[in-house]
């Protein structure tokens, strides 16, 4: 059985952008700099890894998930230039025109919707390629589970499975969201336990296995509230709302028609070229 490859598309969109020069521009003059990446993107991932569908996650950007509403400095300070949200805002109707599902839905982001296939994936007794720069995604890895960490684009993917988990973090996959929550997460803004650093999180959990069991056992009694706040902040979402994900084959000719109306021309090139060749 073919894998189902699962994409953060958020993670993939910013490596796009910030990876091609901003004067990139479709014929009508729009910076197009991340349309072009995150297209050329998911095209090598479909011909490197060959899955039986490919389904992409975005996060909401500018609808507070309740992660937001628990934390109000939760993922501040991150930067959004309009040149960046308005080519965001047409990611989903690129997936659409490959022939491919995709999530995005008020209050959720994008791990929480790759985090929901990849476990139906499992129940269905499937494999999953999550493709993500996102550490937090490390608690999905399984037997059935890879995640895939994007190296000069897509050309070079690392794979980490549960030992590679182990060995970078020395602890199991389950216990990364308890990891994280005493860590610390500074991209996202999650203070952490007070100074417990990368190994004295993991040699607690090695002794408790559980950031709750630390808490029972008497650890961090004058922080359990906040750390369990953090805990909730960094486990995944496993309800976000799926389509549905059948077997599917890339639509080359209709990815091409789309990159011609955006004035992208190269691009319609391409895409027609794996046409003509599929």
């Known amino acids: 059985m073919r894998p189902l490859l699962a994409v ?8 796009a952008f910030h990876a091609l020069p901003s004067s990139i521009k479709g014929a009508n003059g729009r ?53 960046l949200t308005a080519q965001l805002d047409l990611l989903p109707e690129w997936v659409s025109a490959l022939g491919f599902p995709w999530g995005k839905a008020p209050g959720y982001e994008a791990d929480d919707f790759v985090a929901a296939a990849a476990a139906a994936e499992e129940d269905h007794g499937g494999e999953t390629l999550v493709v993500t720069s996102d550490r937090d995604l490390f608690q999905l890895a399984s037997e059935q589970t890879t995640i895939l960490l994007p190296r000069r684009g897509v050309s070079e993917l690392e794979r980490v499975g549960p030992a590679e988990v182990r060995e970078r973090y020395g602890v199991d996959p389950v216990q990364v969201p308890d990891f994280i929550a005493l860590r610390g997460d500074t991209a996202d803004k999650i203070p952490g336990a007070k100074g417990i650093g990368t190994q004295r999180a993991a040699t607690i959990l090695r002794t408790h296995e559980t950031l709750d069991a630390a808490i029972e056992a008497g650890v961090f009694q004058g922080q359990a509230e906040d750390l369990r706040l953090y805990l909730r902040l960094t486990r995944l979402q496993y309800h976000a709302p799926l389509p549905e994900l059948p077997d599917a084959e890339p639509d080359w000719e209709g990815a091409a028609r789309l990159a011609e109306e955006w004035g992208l021309g190269n691009l ?9 060749s599929a």
Do not use: C, K
């Open 31 to 83: 910076q197009s700099n991340m349309l072009v990446g995150f297209a050329n993107m998911l095209a090598s991932l479909w011909e490197s890894e060959r899955p039986r569908t490919m389904f992409v996650g975005f996060d909401s950007i500018g609808s507070p998930t309740y992660r937001h509403e628990l934390l109000p400095g939760y993922q501040s300070g991150r930067d959004f230039p309009p040149e």
């Open 268 to 276: 319609a090139g391409r895409m027609r070229e794996r046409a003509e």
């Open 8 to 15: 953060d598309g958020d993670s993939l969109a910013h490596r």
